[in-house]
């Protein structure tokens, strides 16, 4: 989130530059002017931290400059430092008192800092049985205050307070919310719970393929893949092909030697699908782009694999959930948490699969510990979906008397939904 002057600023700015700054000659001095280029940029933190910035106005005369704020509970001034206390409206002036024959003069701006978006966590409890007991509901918010609960189903269920009373066959939606505070804007998560006989939503992750490199739902799709003979990258060797009607896309990587090696040869695979209009991870903070999770209990995709990497056996897929969790790790590289689960073709055939979601475990912890993987999926989005070789291929033989082509493939049938 960025700083923007508001329109009653921008003319405030604007009409006190065309009358000399706020200030200007008198009968005691020549006339100068100040410069004040816009102090914002950055954005309000979460207590105690302060986020400052500095003042860098310069006069013409070339004589020193103070500052004053205006609105001291927002935004306070020490020297040239300037402090964002909570949202609201900053006027801060910029003066020079008169400098070698020059008359004083001032400048203001008045520029607004805007609340930070809150997160609130509010974990779906899952599907519930029709019956007399009530559901606790229970949420977080990063403003710290108490989060309301409304139900906008109520013919199939009731909230007072925190507790969730069932009504009939259904699903049952809730919205949490916090109001905000001077730091914080409102914030409201919406879940929806199935009651009795009802199923949660089906969520589409993907629904086909535009192209060879592009979702029908505008997610770049990446392949990856390498052996010990070229790099362990693809150099030319991968190729990505959508069927004629998008519904399916196959990942090739096809190796032949031009020498034998005189041994085994080891490779992997790797095959990656961004969420919807999504072209790549951030890199800076997280990802608010992908599916959410809210009730879904599995994961359905359906993959098959050529006989070459499905004979030897060792052609387990490593099924990946990239989520917007962001994080930059101890040696400064950025990083997002991942789930991971594992699913074994057992033929050449298209194969579906069902994965539970609470048989995912945390892949890549960036570092972090003690996360729970349930949790995470609740309280970011999956950016990312990832198909992998579990371990490395190294039945296919390079000896002497050959010059081997090693062959990859992968390909994905239908859409990729959570139910």
């Not at 919807?276 to 993959?303: H, N």
Request: glycine fraction near 12%; proline fraction near 5%.
């Amino acid at each position: 989130m960025r700083f923007q002057m508001s329109a009653i600023g921008v003319v405030y700015a604007t009409m006190l530059a065309a009358c000399g700054g706020g200030g200007g000659g008198s009968d005691g001095g020549a006339v100068q002017s100040i410069s004040f280029p816009f102090a914002g940029g950055g954005t309000v933190s979460a207590p105690p931290a302060v986020t400052t910035t500095t003042l860098r106005a310069t006069a013409s005369s070339g004589g020193p400059i103070t500052y004053t704020s205006e609105t001291p509970a927002v935004c306070s001034v020490s020297g040239s430092t300037l402090s964002l206390l909570k949202a609201g409206e900053c006027a801060v002036t910029a003066r020079q008192a008169g400098f070698e024959g020059y008359a004083a003069v001032s400048q203001r701006q008045l520029f607004v800092v805007p609340k930070m978006p809150q997160m609130i966590v509010f974990r779906n409890p899952g599907a519930q049985p029709l019956d007399t007991h009530p559901v606790a509901l229970s949420a977080t918010a990063g403003a710290g205050g108490a989060v309301t609960f409304a139900s906008s189903t109520p013919s199939v269920c009731t909230v007072s307070g925190s507790a969730l009373t069932k009504l009939a066959n259904g699903l049952c939606t809730v919205t949490g919310t916090q109001d905000g505070d001077d730091i914080y804007e409102k914030a409201s998560v919406v879940r929806n719970i199935p009651i009795g006989t009802e199923q949660a939503p089906a969520l589409t992750f993907t629904a086909g393929f535009k192209d060879a490199t592009t979702t029908r739902d505008g997610g770049t799709v990446e392949g990856f893949a390498g052996t010990s003979e070229n790099g362990w990258w693809c150099n030319g060797a991968c190729e990505q092909a959508a069927s004629a009607d998008g519904g399916s896309l196959t990942f090739t990587f096809k190796l032949k030697l031009d020498h034998p090696s005189g041994g085994a040869i080891g490779g992997y695979y790797s095959l990656g699908l961004y969420a919807a209009g999504l072209k790549e991870l951030s890199k800076s903070g997280p990802t608010a782009v992908g599916v959410r999770i809210d009730s879904q209990a599995t994961m359905k995709f359906t993959i098959a694999q050529n006989a070459d990497w499905l004979s030897p056996g060792n052609n387990g897929v490593s099924v990946d959930l990239v989520l917007g969790h962001f994080v930059v790790k101890a040696d400064g590289k950025p990083c997002n948490v991942a789930l991971r689960a594992k699913a074994k073709p057992v033929d050449t055939t298209a194969t579906a699969f069902s994965l539970g979601l609470k048989d995912f475990t945390i892949g890549d912890a960036c570092g972090l510990s003690d996360l729970n993987a349930w949790n995470e999926l609740q309280d970011y989005p999956i950016a990312k979906v990832g198909f992998s070789a579990d371990s490395m291929n190294t039945t296919v033989s390079s000896t002497p008397a050959d010059k081997p082509t090693y062959t990859t493939q992968l390909t994905l049938t239908g859409p990729i939904t959570f139910q």
